[in-house]
């Protein structure tokens, strides 16, 4: 079974005990992506990877709440289908969850990337007390106008983009309030394609 197939039965299968092991299958599988970017941005700098990712456990949590608040959704929208015939129903059901598992995907393979180069960087920063590294959000190209406006922000590696309940004032004059998780990558919501971009400088 591919990772996918997983999930898909993850999100849709009634036995409890069976979506409690999938899902440590699923976030194993994330898990073992966070440590192969480790390894390859660490090596793209020259750096050894012997040092303790400190935003690791906390994205584990984070992601695993991800999965089980889809699951939720998705027997949600299994009662809502209840009225279809039972054909239609699961051909709607699957539909929805390759649709949301798609996004998350995306969302999430992009944070993790981003999410281990701040630890890879970070970890850098503490080893040499000569450099100061900031972070800067790269918008990408069509993105909407909120990533818009965040575009160049620039920032110490340390502090977040966003923080839950912050104003983002838009290109138009008006203003947006963001209200989710703080986030220290360039991620203000799901599919996006911004980045960061880091600036060292030495003392
Ligand atoms: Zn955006």
Wanted: charged share 25%; aromatic share 10%; net charge negative.
């Amino acid at each position: 079974m591919n990772e996918e197939d997983v999930v898909v039965e993850f999100l849709t299968t009634d036995d409890p005990e069976a979506a409690a092991i999938l899902l440590s299958i699923i976030i194993a599988y994330y898990m073992d992506n966070y440590d192969l970017e480790i390894a390859e941005f660490a090596s793209e700098n020259e750096l050894s990877i012997e040092f303790n990712p400190v935003n690791k456990t906390a994205y584990e949590e984070y992601l695993t709440d991800l999965f089980i608040d889809m699951r939720l959704r998705v027997q949600e929208k299994q009662i809502e289908l209840e009225n279809e015939d039972k054909a239609t129903a699961k051909a709607l059901l699957l539909i929805f969850v390759q649709q949301n598992y798609e996004r998350l995907k995306v969302t999430e393979m992009g944070n993790i990337k981003q999410t281990v180069q701040l630890e890879v960087v970070a970890y850098l920063q503490a080893m040499d007390y000569n450099v100061r590294i900031f972070k800067r959000w790269v918008a990408h190209s069509g993105c909407c106008d909120v990533c818009k406006a965040l575009n160049g922000t620039t920032i110490p590696i340390d502090q977040p983009f966003l923080v839950n309940g912050q104003t983002v004032e838009l290109a138009s004059g008006k203003e947006f309030i963001y209200n989710y998780i703080d986030r220290g990558v360039a991620i203000a919501h799901p599919n996006d394609q911004c980045y960061i971009e880091f600036i060292l400088i030495f003392n």
